[in-house]
């Protein structure tokens, strides 16, 4: 065994320690660690969280909502529907080719009556030539340019034709007008019937086959409507023949009626015919 150590028996206290500790009875447990408690949230704080989970969800409604309208086809209503196109048939004297208003052949059918047999005859007019544009004033007689002048008559376009045979000639006048109403009122205003006179001034065109077709060659005129353009027609014979009586070649009657009638009614239906519903297939921005 190890010698004791000098000045006394026992070990050596604890670094630290003291003597009080030493001489005590039972030593006492050390404190453990305190335990923590949240509060519970209460009603308000609830009600707080509630409210602004129901303003994000309706953001984000609100949000998508947007997106499917901008991203759906864009639909117009029945007046922009007219509206738009109302712009579509008036501008197409101004942005259609001459060659398209007035092509080189139109189609026409010579009625039976004209023929004296029982069915009509296909034929193609041809043209002879396209004029300038005119003014209204200037391109129709006093009566019916008073007529237009009061529709607000914006400009008259006119070209020539021959029929098949060579034998009769007819000009197509188109007087172009603010509205279909007032090309409407315009056929109205002008004397019922098949005239001569008040009509659309004949155009004559030199160094062609036609080239005695003026006014006082014309036979017969007649108008009609088509959206807001007043086409008019005036025809009487090729070589310049002055008016006869129409009771002297009742046939040459029915010839000139099926010439201008087909001729205006083919051009009608193609420069006022209404376009397709416009349509935008996509966005607000299309």
Partial sequence: MLPDAPGGGGEPAPEGGSTADSGSGSPQAAPGPAHSTRP????????????????????????????????????????????????????????????????????????????????GVRLAA?????APQASCASAADRAASRVLARQGCEAMLRATYQDATGAFAVTIGIAVLPTPGQASDSVHALPQGISATPGVHAVRFRHTLAAGFADPARQLSQAMSAGPYLIMST???????????????????????SLASGLSDWIGSRIGASPPPPRCPGGPAC
Avoid at 86 to 98: H, I, L, M
Avoid at 126 to 130: D, F, K, N, Q, S
Wanted: with cysteine; net charge positive.
């Fill in 126 to 130: 041809r043209r002879i030539g396209i």
């Fill in 235 to 257: 025809v009487g014979y090729a070589d310049g023949r002055h008016k006869v009586r129409e009771a002297a070649d009742p046939y040459d009657k029915d010839e000139m009626l």
């Fill in 40 to 119: 519970r949230p209460g009603p308000w704080r609830c009600r707080l969280i509630l409210a602004g989970l129901a303003v994000a969800l309706a953001g984000l409604a609100g949000s998508l909502a947007a997106v499917v309208v901008n991203a759906a086809p864009r639909t117009f209503s029945p007046a922009q529907q007219q509206k738009i196109t109302s712009w579509e048939v008036g501008k197409r004297w101004r942005t259609w080719p001459a060659g398209q208003i007035f092509p080189a052949a139109i189609p026409y059918e010579l009625t039976a009556a004209a023929l004296d047999s029982p069915g």
